[in-house]
């Protein structure tokens, strides 16, 4: 018997870097959900796709509208949300374990889904990546955490992050501003190190309990630096949250840590990571990376943004071509505070 299709209507990047609309056809399989967008999140992840010629957005929002034979997760009428990963494997000892992020055959985005995107009218989805949003959550706060808020979750739960700790955040974009949010909500108190002097009253509002400027990173300053910051050595940041679009000067960095602290880079970078090896070595300090959520702290990202009320700070912008063209450049030109939403009912 043959499958049902569903027709799809998504915006998607050119060579040139221009945004265009397309239209596709995407069968439904029986494990699949057929979502109504409604909203979705603008990631730095769009930024780096927009020549590749795939559908773009994959923070996205929407309603269930059909569901295949086989779907038990969800049910048609429900609110529902997404992340980048669609596949996984479901084999190895990464799918198996619950870490599917990491699973070798991981998929997203451009990667096999790249006739469809959240900047869409409907969007055919697996079941098991596709979660429930709280009701105390309203569609445009859920996209930006379907992305930036679980990966912050799920860094803060790598890290083994207790109440007690001093949580240090480099960086206050779309990932740090809710990085200090998440981190505040589990009690612990928080450090913004930033290399914008501005970015101080938003760091304070947002929760923070200390701003520390950071000396530009060219400058060569060196590890005296750090002497010069508030607070000096003594910050004693117990998880350091690489959130900033650029790595920050490790030799500053590394003073400000309590003895075997935890850094998580989370941002996507190709440049080398350059740490020094000595104060590494006898801090007992350890590196894990970290990209997107288990699904178990995807879910458990979604809850707890719901009890505490974290709400990203957004600006809104239509969900067409211009609207994501707009939102674009906004991004690329630093303009946006926090993260960027295009919604259909804008």
Known sequence: MARPKQKLTYLAGAPDGTIHQKSAEREIRAVEVVIRVTHSGLCGTDVHDRTAGCGL???????????????????VGQRVGWGIQHASCGRCRECLTGYRQCCPESRGQKYGEREQG???????????????IPDAIESKHAGPLNCAGITVYEALRVADTQPS????????????????MYARAMGCDVVVFSGTEAKRPDAMALGATEFC???????????????????????NVNVMLLCGGTLPDFDIIMPLLARRATIVPL????????IPYMLL?????????????????HVQALRFAARHSIKPWIVEFPMNVEGLTTALAALESGKVRYR??????T
């Open 57 to 75: 957005g994959h923070e996205g929002v929407g309603i269930v509208d059909k569901v295949g034979s086989e779907v038990t997760a969800v049910a």
């Open 118 to 132: 959240a900047f869409g009218d409907y969007v055919v989805k697996h079941q098991d990546f596709v979660f429930p």
């Open 165 to 180: 700790d001093r949580v240090g955040v480099v960086g206050l974009g779309g990932l740090g501003h809710l990085a200090v």
């Open 213 to 235: 400027l950071l000396p530009p990173a060219d400058k060569g300053a060196g590890a005296g630096a750090a002497r010069d910051l508030p607070g000096g050595v003594n910050v």
């Open 267 to 274: 941002v996507i970078q190709t440049k080398p990571l350059v």
């Open 281 to 297: 070595l006898l801090g007992g300090h350890r590196i894990i990376g970290s990209t997107e959520a288990t699904r178990e702290n």
């Open 340 to 345: 960027a939403v295009l919604s259909r009912e």
